[in-house]
Antibody, heavy 120, light 110 residues
């Protein structure tokens, strides 16, 4: 059974860099593609970006200039860095496995999520 | 900044049928498959429907999805109290070259 677990600081200061890691268990990270998604308090879901195990990435155009997604196949982990954060980046951050086939592409499963607050 | 529009709320009594709409455009729903996610606050979102109308293993057949043109719909038949949650549609958007979610619909079981 595939499981994903987010980890990282729960509080980040404005203008600094948010850093999170997602640890994958029960599946090899050298399959599928791996995503970051967030949900600000009281708002809907927003896709941040994905990475393949090869290191190839694709990010939401609205965040692209501030987002770095990387992968560590030796640890079966992938990571998110979001620079120059503001209060608007306060959200629950989820990692999720991306699956793609003839039926399209979707996210399954998701991690439990981790709340990151941006505040001084 | 959601590009897929859903009604903010829907409700029904136990046993009733509830339908949630999702409106998009030619670059997302019109060109790509739609997925639906169920989200209970404080938990991991769960895949409910993929490929417009495919149910993953373990999802009850009370949940069904459909798509027509640039709109999609999720139907819940035989509504149960445990169905009370937020529901999101989602699809790839060719113009944005990214994945987009709907605005979300809160389902209440009366």
């Amino acid at each position: 059974q595939v499981q994903l677990q987010e980890s990282g600081p729960g509080l980040v200061k404005p203008s600094e860099t948010l850093s999170l890691t997602c640890t994958v268990s029960g599946d090899s990270i050298t399959s599928y593609y791996w995503n970051w998604i967030r949900q600000p308090p009281g708002k809907g879901l927003e896709w941040i970006g994905y990475i393949y195990y090869t290191g190839s990435t694709n990010c939401n155009p609205s965040l692209k200039s501030r987002v770095t997604i990387s992968v560590d196949t030796s640890k079966n982990q992938f990571s998110l860095k979001l620079s120059s954060v503001t209060a608007a980046d306060t959200a629950v951050y989820y990692c999720a496995r991306g699956v793609a086939d003839s039926f399209g592409s979707w996210f399954d499963p998701w991690g439990q999520g981790t709340l990151v607050a941006v505040s001084s | 900044q959601s590009v897929l529009t859903q009604p903010p709320s829907a409700s029904g009594t136990p046993g009733q049928r509830v339908a949630i709409s999702c409106s998009g455009s030619s670059s997302n729903i019109g060109s790509n498959a739609v997925n639906w996610y169920q989200h209970l606050p404080g938990t991991a979102p769960k895949l409910l429907i993929y490929g417009n109308n495919q149910r993953p293993s373990g999802v009850p057949d009370r949940f069904s999805g459909s798509k027509s043109g640039t709109s999609a719909s999720l139907a819940i038949s035989g509504l149960q109290s445990e169905d009370e949650a937020d529901y999101y549609c989602a699809a790839w958007d060719d113009s944005l070259n990214g994945y987009v979610f709907g605005t979300g619909t809160k389902v209440t079981v009366l």
